[in-house]
């Protein structure tokens, strides 16, 4: 900002370095657009004027998810690491699957980040009666996580409930979850339109392999800032660009993408996808399912809470 002097900031992929980035725009009163960081919080408890995004946030991966999972059982019970993100992500399935009809049928099960032996938590899982368990963790003891729940049982008497990842670590994380179907915020197959056939075309041949779970949220960064200067006429002030992008609608690899005005959440398509191999050498793991479109509540302060307008309110993530 004061050695290049730029208009706007792009990133990134950690919802802590987003926080620290936030305040630096704040500060600086110029735009930062978000992609693909995902917490709640960006457009929360943290939000700011000048903060947008084009990334979803975990409520919204909750909401899709808890669609796909709804469709298909009625009983649950859930598991996630016991720390801000895992309480946080446990919380926003529990409150989404449940508007979707789930009942969860015990407790939340929260374990240590570190842990790698998951076997007394799937001896619990297995004893809730549920017909399927929710899993969210991030980091390799997902692999040790699944690895317990085949040893227990687990496997086999109730169903995963964990949305896809990304297409490097999905053989290694859902090797055992062939015929699973679940939620994914983007997997090059699932839209039809020109825009991410463009991306598509693009990816493979520039860099070897094709778009991955976040390059649909870069591609709408980009075309965010390219729309937004177009309505300012050139104008790249802060409060031009604001101006324009509060309420901006365009076309982009996953559809239609809405910038909310009230809090600057990015409303787009998300999809259910059915896992059919992990060996697709073109990472071709999936059958097509359905698309959706969560529109999650309004997470704001108390002290913003005007902002909201008429959008449900949410309190969520220590609010």
């Not at 709408?220 to 509060?246: C, F, Q, R």
Request: negative net charge.
């Amino acid at each position: 900002i004061d050695v290049q002097g730029v208009d706007i900031l792009v990133g990134t992929v950690s919802s802590g370095a987003t926080a620290t980035l936030q305040q630096i725009a704040l500060e600086s009163k110029i735009p930062l657009i978000v992609a693909p960081a995902a917490a709640n919080d960006i457009t929360g408890v943290n939000f700011n004027e000048y903060t947008f995004r084009t990334s979803r946030n975990n409520y919204q991966d909750a909401m899709n998810e808890c669609i796909a999972l709804t469709q298909q059982y009625t009983t649950f019970v859930q598991i996630a690491p016991d720390y801000a993100f895992g309480r946080g992500s446990a919380a926003a399935f529990r409150d989404a699957c449940s508007l979707s009809g789930a009942t969860f049928v015990a407790d939340d099960i929260f374990a240590p980040l570190d842990t790698t032996d998951f076997t007394p938590y799937m001896e619990q899982i297995a004893n809730s009666g549920a017909e399927a368990y929710i899993v969210t963790w991030a980091g390799s003891g997902f692999v040790s996580l699944v690895q317990a729940a085949k040893d227990q049982g687990v496997t086999e008497s109730m169903a995963l409930g964990a949305t896809f990842i990304d297409n490097v670590l999905m053989p290694t994380f859902f090797s055992n979850a062939v015929g699973t179907t679940a939620g994914i915020l983007y997997h090059y197959s699932a839209p039809k339109n020109p825009a991410n056939d463009f991306l598509v075309a693009n990816t493979k041949p520039r860099y070897g392999v094709n778009p991955d779970l976040f390059d649909g949220d870069g591609m709408n960064a980009a075309i965010l800032v390219v729309e937004a200067i177009k309505a300012t006429g050139g104008d790249t002030s802060g409060d031009a660009l604001k101006a324009a992008m509060e309420g901006m609608e365009f076309e982009g690899p996953k559809g239609t993408v809405y910038i909310r005005p009230e809090d600057h959440v990015a409303i787009q398509d998300m999809y259910i996808l059915k896992l059919v191999n992990v060996t697709d050498p073109e990472a071709a793991f999936y059958e097509y399912v359905d698309t959706t479109r969560p529109e999650p509540p309004c997470l704001l302060p108390e002290a913003l809470k005007d902002r909201c307008g008429d959008l449900p309110y949410g309190t969520l993530s220590g609010q």
